[in-house]
């Protein structure tokens, strides 16, 4: 197949990248810089110039295309406070990949995440997205599986980890170098989902080739990581105390990602490996941090 990827140089999307060449797909990225450009050009696929706003350019290159992996998010906007307008461009995003893909039965892979299902329960491909930024997006791409669409969405766990991370867990590793203990909020049992980077866009590629029409598939190779684990290994790593932080006190320690860390939000992934043959092959979370990485890279 001929693939436009949007957020193709981002953490994942730099991942799904290699892992479509390799299975003999032709890539065209979309790419806002000259610095994603040759990247994706070292990488060995196309390139098309533009980015989220430009829904003309998003509909006439996923026109062209045999199918579409949407990865991309406005995350600078978000983690700025601007979060309604990050999700008004993923939806507008969605929506225009979608115009052009209508009536022609081609893929439209669509990023989400496990964090829109409600805490309480282990969650499932089929509970619905309650809660979060890509709640309208995800909704916009399973409808379109009735507009001729074969339409799929990806929900990453909150953690993807791997070489290279700078999303959650190196915040969390930044975290307790600043205030000198590895916390936890509560008893710390309660569980956060994670799975390896390469593990996720696997999942990507699977979702492209063989996923059905108005699915959803959970890159989930750990249903649920105590929180507690991660902050002993993020500990032993850094020689700091491991300690608990009360709930009320987990906002001022941990900002933005208190209320992530302190809810429990197992997920499961048993019905995207029924469906898609999807099995992950990668070290999980905590046998990752211990690999050392984290730490270098933190250094930096």
Same mark, same amino acid.
């Given at each position: 197949? %001929? *693939?436009f990827v949007t957020g193709a140089t981002g953490w994942i999307g730099s991942a799904v990248v290699p892992e479509l060449?390799?299975?003999g797909h032709e890539v065209v990225g979309l790419a806002r810089s000259d610095e994603s450009a040759a990247a994706l050009e070292a990488a060995g696929a196309g390139v098309h110039r533009g980015s989220l706003e430009d829904v003309g350019g998003l509909r006439s290159v996923a026109a062209a295309s045999d199918g579409v992996i949407h990865a991309a998010f406005k995350h600078d906007a978000a983690f700025s406070g601007d979060w309604e307008g990050a999700s008004d461009a993923d939806l507008r995003a969605v929506e225009a990949l979608g115009e052009a893909l209508e009536g022609s039965g081609k893929p439209l892979v669509v990023t989400s995440g496990t964090s829109l299902i409600s805490p309480?329960?282990?969650?499932?491909e089929e509970d619905p997205p309650e809660v979060g930024t890509r709640v309208a997006a995800e909704n916009a791409a399973v409808a379109l599986a009735g %507009?001729? *669409?074969?339409?799929?969405? *990806?929900?990453?766990a909150p953690s993807v980890h791997g070489e290279g991370d700078r999303g959650f867990i190196p915040i969390l590793i930044g975290v307790a170098r600043?205030?000198?203990?590895?916390?936890?909020v509560g008893d710390g049992a309660n569980r956060w989902p994670a799975v390896h980077r390469l593990d996720a866009a696997r999942l990507y590629r699977l979702a492209l080739e063989r996923a059905p029409a108005g699915t959803r598939l959970h890159a989930v190779a750990e249903e649920g990581v105590p929180v507690r684990r991660i902050a002993e290994a993020i500990g032993r790593a850094l020689d700091v105390p491991v300690v608990s932080i009360p709930q009320e006190e987990a906002g001022e320690h941990f900002g933005f990602l208190a209320g992530l860390l302190g809810s429990d939000t197992p997920a499961?992934?048993?019905l995207t490996r029924e469906l *898609?043959?999807?099995?992950?092959a990668h070290p999980g979370l905590v046998d990752d941090l211990e690999r050392g990485h984290y730490f270098q890279e933190a250094r930096v």
């Open positions: 197949m %001929r *693939v060449l390799g299975a309480g329960g282990l969650g499932t %507009r001729g *669409v074969r339409s799929s969405v *990806v929900r990453p600043e205030k000198g203990v590895s916390a936890y499961s992934s048993a *898609v043959g999807w099995e992950p």
